[in-house]
Structure formats: C-alpha cells, structure tokens
C-alpha cells in the first residue's frame, strides 16, 4: 500500500448518485487475477455505453462524485479498479459502508464532504486540485481551501501503510482471553459438529 | 439498573475484545463464510504466509459461479471451472468444511446458513458478500465484507470495526393478501432510499415484522444492503427458535434449551434508545414493483412511471430521466402492463420454498407467455419442492427448473439476461447491467414474478383472478 499524505492531481467530476460497485466493475471481470490489470475493467460498461462517459479520454487521481458511490456489492475489486487506474481518492457526500472500508485497506482515500460543496467542487471540473491529509484540507481549483473530517485511525494507517493484520496479532493475548471467557459466557455459540 | 440496550447493543457488547481510544472496536467473529469470490482473500492470506485462526467457524459454499444446468457435466469455461477448483484448493489446503457442487448441503450461501442451523441468535456473522445481512433476521450481527477483511478474519477471527448507529423501523398493522416480506423491504427502501441507512444497523420491527414466517424475515434482512445499511436484524422469538431446533449444526438437547435462555434476553430492552427511528403502516404496503436502476426506485404496482418533469429538484431530475433511458419506460404511464421479456425466480432473497410455493400457487394450471427461470436456493430446497410437485407446476407452466445457485441475479455465471431484454426478478438488485450487459430488471416478489409470467407484463397479482 502507498502511504497517502499530501496529492495534486487531476479531479473529474462524476455528476450523480448511487454509484453501485457493479458500475465501477461489472461482475464479469471478478473472476480475473489482480495481475490482470483492473485498471481495465474500471466503470467499463459505462465507457462504452455512454460516449461523454467523464473518464472517457481522461486520467484523473482524484473523483468528485455524488452520494451513496460505492454502494452495493461488496467487491473489492472495485477499489483494485480505481487504484489501478491512478484514483487515490474519491470525494462524495456519502459512501457504501463496505466500498469505504476496502478503499482505507488499500490506500484509497475517500473523502465525506457536504453535498452543497462537493457539487460546488464538481462544478469547477475538471481541473487540478490538492489534498493535504495531514493538514485534513481541500484546496479547489478556484483557490477555496475546506477543511474535512476524518477517522484518526484510518488517516493513521493511510499515512504510514500500517498491516491490519500485523496490528491485530499484537493484541493475541487480549484475543485468547476473550475466547476463554466466551466459552464460559455463550456454550451455545460454537456449532455442533 | 443498567441503560436499557437495543438487540444490536447486545450482540455487539458480547463480541467486543477491545476498543481503541479512537473508538475502533476489535470483534470477535463466531461465523464466517467464503465462496468461489473469496480467493483474492486466501491470496492474500498465502501472500502474508499466514495460517487460518479457526477453521472450524468457516465454510466454504459454492454458489455464485456454479451453473444452472448440466451440473452432472464439467463447467465448460475454464475460468470458472479454475474459480470452483481454487476454493476446493482452499478449502482442503486449510481444513475448511466445503459444500461443493455435488454436496446435498450445497445452495446460496445465505440460505444454506440458516438451513444448516450455522447462523444463530446473538452471533457475529461475516462473508464476503453485501448480502450476508440475511442473517440479521434470527436476531445475528451479520455484515458484508471486503477481500482485505476477509484475509483479517481468516487469520485472526476478528474484525475491525467502528459502532454504527441505529435505525428502527417499525411495521405495524397486518399485510394485505399477496403482500409479502419483500414488498415490505420494497416500500421501506423506496421510503428511506438507497442511502437511506448508510453507517446504521437497522432493527426490523412491529406486529407485521414479527408476523413473517422466517424466510419471509430473511427477505426483508437480505436487502437491508439495498438501503444502504450495515446490517438489518430482527428481535428472535418463538418462530426463530422452532426454526432453528433440530438444524444439523444448532446447539442439542440441554445446549439448545440453554441457548434459548440466553436468546430470549436479546430483544431490545423497553426504553432501549435508537439513533433514528421510522414507521410504516403495513395496510399501506401493496404489491410494489421497481421502475429504475436502484432498489430506491420502487412504487406500489398501480403507481404511474413517474414522470422528470414534474420533479422541482435539477439533480433528481436528472438522475430520473437517465434510468428511464436506461429501462425504456415512458413517463407518467402505469407500471402494470409493461411487457416483460424473462421472469427470473430466485436468489438468496427469494428462493426458500415459500418463495417457491407463492409462484407456484399463481403458476398452477396456467402457463407462462415469455421464458422464464426458477432456481431453488439449496438443494434441500430443491428437493423439499420437488416433493411437493412444485417442480411440475414450474415446467408444465413452461419455465426452466434450475440447480441451485445464484444464478441470474449475479451475471457471472452464464444465466444471463440479453441487452435490451426486460427481466421480472425476484432478486436484489436492479443496477445498471446486473443482469447482464444492457438488462432491464424490475424487482418484484415471488407471486408477482408469477403474475407476469402468466400475462407477460407487469401484472398487479391480486387482479390475476
């Protein structure tokens, strides 16, 4: 994972709502290795189907969309699509809650701004803008600079690339522990063999 | 006297291991499922060189890529054929208990949870699916998850989670005939919207609620996705726990009366406090039907296809007229009478043997005027309908009779609609291409898949005399 801290980079704007993971990547393509290139199957169907299609002969790292992206399917290889194509952060009113947790595991940030101003923002799109995420701020094209909320853990682990997995085993103790006491607390939990 | 708790305060508080100064919980996961999907999880897994923590609350089901035909054959593409042998691959590789294809267990993975008496009140339940709050409806957490979190359970069990806020949605009143658990679901997400619940748990209840059969109630879990939210959960009662005793891998004997000692404490407490709350009358609920591209879009069955014009706000505007470009509908005309091309009946939100036995009491004696497709969500589905004939009244109706599996409601495993084709499903999502590149989906339940079969359109069940 490449750790985030500040990006300047191109912003497209993806003017509607409810984005659903199966527009980002139709089904078809799940079945692919990573290895194949998901940079390819990134909004595909969309590309074809409509010839304005905003990414359609743009490269952007930044998306602007409206609320609710990412909701639906819990494919992870919608976020494999988006960083593999060079998007290192979507910004949206709102995201699916699983589409917003596979993007802070794999480096992609998603940033929750108010719909007024990230419809404001896409309004000034396309065009260059900057993130600061240690400075937790927005800098639009138009020279406005917002500031915008963020998971302190997330942010952590988008800075410094931190290993979920890693970090958890470091709490084994407190995990065993637990599962003592739950044998006691719920017997019934376990499945009959 | 402590805080009075909601049902989902209980099962979250019981599975806390720890939690952060930022306020991220650690979780203690008592089930999880993986399935052909799941090999970016073992991928990364093997990349880490990690061992599963507990192989014995995994299982692995077959289900979203396996044919519905010529099961007795090979699988004819090798990239699907490859996807089915890395989860055997895995499963065997990691001591995992394997439905495969051939294994009389084998189904949609949120049906074959609660047949095989793994999903329980009061658990934690995961999968690499969005669809895994099925499971909600016994009273379990169970949430949809992403590959990376499904490499975090396999090695440690656990997940990292911040506490989502509460939504309960109560439904009160009594259903009118032919309306069943997913119109409920339907009127609740046209109500709420598709991101209506994003970051809650929704609590599912009221006397309609607790009026559903369970499968009725694992429907209306099942799209607690398709409103955006976390998870949907209803309180157990006596109908969870009859469903539950004598399943193959519930709690026996003395365990079983223990567990529904400890299960009747679950319910949310009087007083219990909710972040939001919101109500439905259920005499309002008719059959309803979706006209667009996201669940959102769904309207009583005698509504009108609404028409952009008439909407104030630009961005809704807008955002109307692309899905009636998408589905060919033409404003301001009513939704029953529009013409299908296909019915599709199945999923894991419809296709437990009531969801069957509702088509098959509409189909019976009448024959379908467009092609059509039923698949049982298990194979002990499959087989508990057979028995009761539900299979003939599905062929003589002129419909297909598939093995079980996702089907068409996922377009990746050959069941597909055609480009510009109309399907009327009894599935979960509508999007943009679900069905197939270019598909129309209208989302409706069993007995109104039935309907349009039998008419070739839209068709309002309750005027199918």
Excluded at chain 1, 122 to 130: D, G, I, K, N, V
Excluded at chain 2, 19 to 36: K, P, Y
Excluded at chain 2, 374 to 402: M, Q
Aim: glycine share 10%; net charge negative; with cysteine.
């Amino acid at each position: 994972m490449t750790p985030f801290t500040t990006l300047t980079g191109p912003a497209i704007g993806l003017d509607r709502a409810n984005i659903d993971t199966d527009q980002i990547i139709p089904a078809r393509f799940l079945r692919k290795p990573r290895s194949a290139g998901y940079q390819n199957f990134l909004f595909h169907d969309l590309r074809r189907e409509e010839a304005d299609f905003p990414l359609n002969g743009a490269t952007a790292a930044i998306l602007v969309a409206d609320s609710n992206f990412g909701c639906g399917s819990s494919r992870e290889g919608a976020v494999y699509a988006l960083v593999d194509a060079g998007i290192r952060c979507v910004i949206a009113p709102s995201f699916g809650d699983i589409f917003a947790g596979n993007a802070g595991k794999n480096g992609l940030l998603t940033i929750v701004l108010p719909a007024p101003l990230a419809a404001a923002l896409r309004a000034q799109l396309p065009a260059e803008m900057t993130i600061d995420l240690p400075g937790q701020h927005l800098h639009f094209p138009d020279g406005t600079v917002h500031s915008f909320d963020m998971d302190p853990f997330r942010k952590r682990c988008l800075i410094e690339g931190l290993d979920d997995i890693g970090l958890t085993l470091a709490h084994a103790a407190e995990i065993a522990a637990f599962q003592e006491r739950d044998r006691t607390a719920r017997p019934w939990a376990a499945p009959s063999p | 006297m402590s805080e009075p708790r909601t049902l989902f305060d209980k099962v979250w508080d019981a599975h806390a291991i720890l939690t952060r100064e930022d306020g991220t919980t650690l979780l203690w996961i008592d089930r999880h499922f993986v399935h052909e999907g799941s090999f970016h999880g073992f991928g990364m897994l093997d990349h880490a060189g990690r061992p599963l923590a507990r192989p014995d609350l995994t299982t692995a089901v077959a289900d979203h890529y396996v044919p519905s035909r010529d099961r007795d054959q090979p699988i004819r593409d090798p990239e699907v054929a490859n996807m089915m042998q890395m989860l055997r691959t895995n499963a065997t590789r990691h001591g995992i208990d394997l439905l495969d294809l051939d294994d009389p267990r084998q189904g949609i993975v949120h049906v074959v949870g609660p047949e095989q008496g793994l999903t329980l009140p009061g658990l934690t339940m995961v999968c690499g699916d969005s669809h895994t709050s099925t499971h909600g409806a016994f009273g379990a957490l169970a949430f949809g998850i992403g590959a990376s979190e499904v490499s975090h359970v396999l090695a440690t069990q656990t997940l990292w989670q911040r506490r989502p806020k509460t939504l309960r949605i109560t439904v009160d009143g009594t259903l009118s005939p032919h309306v069943a658990g997913k119109d409920v679901i339907l009127a609740i997400i046209g109500r709420i919207g598709a991101g209506g619940a994003v970051g809650h748990v929704i609590e599912y209840a009221g006397s309609a609620i607790r009026g559903l059969e369970m499968e009725g109630r694992l429907t209306v879990c099942n799209m607690s996705i398709e409103a955006g939210a976390r998870a949907g959960m209803i309180a157990p009662d006596d109908t969870t726990f009859a469903w539950v005793e004598g399943r193959a891998r519930a709690p026996k004997g003395d365990a079983f009366a223990a567990a529904v000692a400890a299960w009747r404490r679950l319910p949310s407490d009087e007083g219990a406090r909710f972040d939001r709350e919101v109500t439905l009358n259920a005499a309002d609920i008719a059959p309803t039907v979706t006209w667009g591209t996201s669940p959102e879009t769904a309207l009583p069955v005698t509504a009108l296809v609404p028409d952009p014009a008439a909407e104030p706000d630009a961005a809704r505007r807008t955002r109307i007229r692309e899905q009636l470009d998408y589905i060919g509908l033409e404003p301001g005309r009513p939704l029953e009478g529009t013409p299908i091309d296909r019915v599709f009946i199945g999923s894991c939100t419809n296709a437990r043997l009531p969801d069957l036995r509702a088509a098959a009491a509409v189909l019976r004696g009448r024959r379908a005027v467009v092609p059509g497709l039923v698949v049982a969500g298990s194979v002990p589905v499959k087989l508990a309908a057979e028995a009761e004939g539900l299979d003939r009244v599905f062929r003589d109706a002129g419909l297909r009779w598939g093995e079980p599996g996702c089907s068409m409601c996922v377009g990746m495993n050959g069941d597909l609609v055609a480009p510009g084709e109309r399907c009327a499903a009894t599935s979960n999502r509508n999007f943009q291409g679900r069905q197939g590149p270019g598909s129309r989906t209208h989302l409706m339940s069993p007995a109104m898949a039935a309907a349009a079969a039998v008419r070739g359109a839209i068709t309002d069940v309750r005027n199918l005399a």
